[in-house]
């Protein structure tokens, strides 16, 4: 049962093969198995699983299926879910449970989903490796041939990743703010979806950076991302940035030809140093796209390298702003002092987690008098610059593939030692959150250590459609079936 | 650019989070580490270029301006940690 994709899945649960209850406590029962191994889960909440299991056995049995009736999902811990405790990985929020229900979660609860749990992420989703959550590291069920050494899921979206990969989900929600998506995705072999600024609603999802966030699914193939992307997006009133738009069927844009379709290589993306590995599967990935009929073009988008900088100063500033509200007064924990000021510091120090505490600090100095200008403004300026770079190039290819990420995953406690050379995680990825534009990750192969390794497909905005088709044409013709050690279904 | 205690001091003060004096030194060095890579954005001619807020590219809508939520204080105070009544409770800040 755990070989099964979504799509599968969805597919015997309509023919009756076996029930949503059936499947539900499958998963329920490798979850225990599994996750004390992964840390993926941090709260997992069988009894409103196995209700919506029955009552989505209730409905198929109605002949009333919709999108994901019956499908077990993991929901990221950034995502509110109405009297289930949220987190957002941080120790501020350990008693914090919502009275309210994030759009995206009710949107995949209208469609029948079932929550088996929350899932693990790095605190406020501020991280590549989900080693700042204040609940301890995740663990990549991959692991390099012959070293049992734990490596990182990657971050922010590492439970959801992690768990996908160890089929403790058949798919789970994610958000992605510089890389969260993608970057979590290609290090646990596994696909993700990073969708156009607005796809989404943010409505109900703890914010980081409010201009940046946007949530998408993570999934074991390109087209369970369609489905569920299909349930998840949608206009949303309650998201001043939700765009008005109709959701297109994304599942149909998976078996679309690429033929005749322009593919972009940026050239500033071969930076000096790229591992030969990344460089060759990066080759590969195009000559395979060129096989089935597409245009290889070269690109250049000249400010791709200041897109990381300037993203640490935008990101920042908005996480600084955002996170003001954890005061000890509105939201669960406080630490008391002697006046309201001593109550508010103490509790923010308690509260908040190392990197939380850096990036706040820069957020603060960058929008401070005397400073907005050189930082803030100008970072604003070069943002405008680089969603100019994708613009032009947008007119004349349909869509740019490069690698997601600059290596494979790496080990726990590894690029601790210094914050910028944990930020470079997010190189490849950072662009499409400055400009908005959609982004996915799909496995491609496995590096000389046996680690998955994964290739971004970029798209013009609202054109996930072809993001998905070019996305789906790597997968086919990569093939890709390598599974980690640490799965359900296989024992010990 | 390196940020000295007394910076350090001052942004933290600003950003309401305790930092014990043996930890601005230490925290100076490394948000300057973070801000000496940074710095490399002045290398680009940015004259003339509009400031881009969003990755929103839209209009922001406007909606009716009538009361369209409220009465729920029960639901907004239960995750607070001290509450008197309807309202929030915190130590005295008028004597």
């Given at each position: 049962m755990f070989d099964l994709t979504l799509a599968q899945a969805r597919d015997g649960l309509r023919k009756r093969d076996f029930s949503a209850r059936e499947l539900t406590d499958a998963y329920l029962g490798a979850v225990a198995a599994l996750n004390p191994k992964l840390n993926a889960y941090l709260l997992v909440t069988e009894a409103q699983a196995r209700a919506q299991a029955d009552a989505a056995d209730a409905a198929l049995a109605r002949g009333e299926a919709a999108n994901l009736t019956g499908i077990p999902l993991a929901i990221k811990d950034l995502f509110c879910t109405k009297g289930v405790r949220t987190t957002a990985g941080s120790r501020i929020l350990e008693h914090f449970v919502p009275p309210y229900e994030s759009t995206v979660t009710a949107n995949l609860l209208r469609d029948g989903a079932v929550f088996l749990g929350k899932v693990n992420l790095d605190e406020f989703a501020?991280?590549?490796?989900?080693?700042?959550?204040a609940y301890g590291p995740v663990a990549n069920p991959w692991t390099r041939r012959g070293d049992n050494r734990p490596l990182v899921p990657g971050g922010s979206s590492g439970g959801s990743a992690a768990a996908v990969a160890a089929r403790l989900a058949l798919g789970a929600t994610a958000t992605d703010t510089g890389g969260s998506i993608r970057q979590p995705a290609a290090f646990c072999g596994i696909a993700g979806i990073k969708p156009t600024y607005g796809r989404c609603s943010r409505w109900g999802i703890v914010a980081f950076a409010s201009s940046l966030d946007q949530a998408g699914p993570i999934a074991r193939t390109v087209e369970d991302c369609a489905i569920m992307l299909r349930s998840m997006a949608g206009f949303d009133?309650?998201?001043?940035?939700?765009?008005?738009l109709a959701v297109p069927d994304y599942q149909a844009a998976c078996h679309r030809s690429v033929k005749g379709l322009r593919i972009g290589v940026p050239k500033e993306y071969r930076s000096e140093g790229m591992a030969p590995e990344i460089e060759a599967m990066w080759q590969q990935g195009l000559a395979w796209l060129r096989d089935q009929g597409a245009d290889i073009v070269d690109v250049s988008l000249p400010h791709t390298k200041y897109a990381l900088p300037a993203y640490y100063i935008v990101a920042p500033a908005e996480a600084s702003s955002n996170l003001a509200r954890y005061d000890g007064v509105r939201f669960s924990s406080r630490t008391d002092g002697g006046d309201l000021t001593e109550l508010y510091e103490n509790s923010r120090a308690a509260g908040f987690g190392a990197e939380v505490q850096r990036r706040v600090l820069i957020g603060t100095y960058v929008l401070s008098a005397g400073y907005y200008d050189a930082y803030y403004i100008r970072a604003q300026k070069i943002r405008a610059l680089i969603l100019k770079d994708f613009t032009d190039v947008f007119r004349t290819v349909d869509a740019l593939v490069t690698p997601t990420a600059p290596s494979a995953a790496f080990g726990q406690g590894e690029k601790m030692d210094d914050p910028v050379t944990m930020y470079l995680n997010d190189v490849f990825t950072g662009p499409a959150n400055m400009s908005g534009i959609p982004g996915l990750s799909v496995p491609a192969g496995l590096d000389s250590q046996g680690l998955p390794l994964g290739l971004q497909v970029l798209g013009k905005p609202f054109d996930e459609e072809t993001v998905f088709a070019v996305g789906a044409a790597i997968e086919r013709a990569s093939g890709f079936s390598a599974l980690p050690g640490i799965r359900a279904g296989v024992a010990a | 650019m390196s940020l000295d205690p007394a910076t350090v001091r001052r942004i933290a003060r600003l950003a309401r989070i305790r930092v014990s004096e043996d930890q601005l030194a230490p925290l100076g060095a490394e948000l300057s580490g973070i801000l000496a890579w940074i710095e490399q954005l002045n290398e680009v001619n940015v004259d003339g270029v509009e400031p881009l807020t969003g990755a929103a590219q839209m209009a922001l809508r406007l909606r009716e301006d009538v009361v369209n939520d409220g009465g729920n204080a029960d639901a907004v105070l239960s995750n607070a940690p001290d509450r008197a009544g309807a309202f929030y409770a915190v130590p005295k800040v008028v004597e």
């Amino acid at each position: 049962m755990f070989d099964l994709t979504l799509a599968q899945a969805r597919d015997g649960l309509r023919k009756r093969d076996f029930s949503a209850r059936e499947l539900t406590d499958a998963y329920l029962g490798a979850v225990a198995a599994l996750n004390p191994k992964l840390n993926a889960y941090l709260l997992v909440t069988e009894a409103q699983a196995r209700a919506q299991a029955d009552a989505a056995d209730a409905a198929l049995a109605r002949g009333e299926a919709a999108n994901l009736t019956g499908i077990p999902l993991a929901i990221k811990d950034l995502f509110c879910t109405k009297g289930v405790r949220t987190t957002a990985g941080s120790r501020i929020l350990e008693h914090f449970v919502p009275p309210y229900e994030s759009t995206v979660t009710a949107n995949l609860l209208r469609d029948g989903a079932v929550f088996l749990g929350k899932v693990n992420l790095d605190e406020f989703a501020m991280g590549s490796s989900n080693m700042t959550s204040a609940y301890g590291p995740v663990a990549n069920p991959w692991t390099r041939r012959g070293d049992n050494r734990p490596l990182v899921p990657g971050g922010s979206s590492g439970g959801s990743a992690a768990a996908v990969a160890a089929r403790l989900a058949l798919g789970a929600t994610a958000t992605d703010t510089g890389g969260s998506i993608r970057q979590p995705a290609a290090f646990c072999g596994i696909a993700g979806i990073k969708p156009t600024y607005g796809r989404c609603s943010r409505w109900g999802i703890v914010a980081f950076a409010s201009s940046l966030d946007q949530a998408g699914p993570i999934a074991r193939t390109v087209e369970d991302c369609a489905i569920m992307l299909r349930s998840m997006a949608g206009f949303d009133p309650k998201d001043s940035t939700s765009a008005d738009l109709a959701v297109p069927d994304y599942q149909a844009a998976c078996h679309r030809s690429v033929k005749g379709l322009r593919i972009g290589v940026p050239k500033e993306y071969r930076s000096e140093g790229m591992a030969p590995e990344i460089e060759a599967m990066w080759q590969q990935g195009l000559a395979w796209l060129r096989d089935q009929g597409a245009d290889i073009v070269d690109v250049s988008l000249p400010h791709t390298k200041y897109a990381l900088p300037a993203y640490y100063i935008v990101a920042p500033a908005e996480a600084s702003s955002n996170l003001a509200r954890y005061d000890g007064v509105r939201f669960s924990s406080r630490t008391d002092g002697g006046d309201l000021t001593e109550l508010y510091e103490n509790s923010r120090a308690a509260g908040f987690g190392a990197e939380v505490q850096r990036r706040v600090l820069i957020g603060t100095y960058v929008l401070s008098a005397g400073y907005y200008d050189a930082y803030y403004i100008r970072a604003q300026k070069i943002r405008a610059l680089i969603l100019k770079d994708f613009t032009d190039v947008f007119r004349t290819v349909d869509a740019l593939v490069t690698p997601t990420a600059p290596s494979a995953a790496f080990g726990q406690g590894e690029k601790m030692d210094d914050p910028v050379t944990m930020y470079l995680n997010d190189v490849f990825t950072g662009p499409a959150n400055m400009s908005g534009i959609p982004g996915l990750s799909v496995p491609a192969g496995l590096d000389s250590q046996g680690l998955p390794l994964g290739l971004q497909v970029l798209g013009k905005p609202f054109d996930e459609e072809t993001v998905f088709a070019v996305g789906a044409a790597i997968e086919r013709a990569s093939g890709f079936s390598a599974l980690p050690g640490i799965r359900a279904g296989v024992a010990a | 650019m390196s940020l000295d205690p007394a910076t350090v001091r001052r942004i933290a003060r600003l950003a309401r989070i305790r930092v014990s004096e043996d930890q601005l030194a230490p925290l100076g060095a490394e948000l300057s580490g973070i801000l000496a890579w940074i710095e490399q954005l002045n290398e680009v001619n940015v004259d003339g270029v509009e400031p881009l807020t969003g990755a929103a590219q839209m209009a922001l809508r406007l909606r009716e301006d009538v009361v369209n939520d409220g009465g729920n204080a029960d639901a907004v105070l239960s995750n607070a940690p001290d509450r008197a009544g309807a309202f929030y409770a915190v130590p005295k800040v008028v004597e």
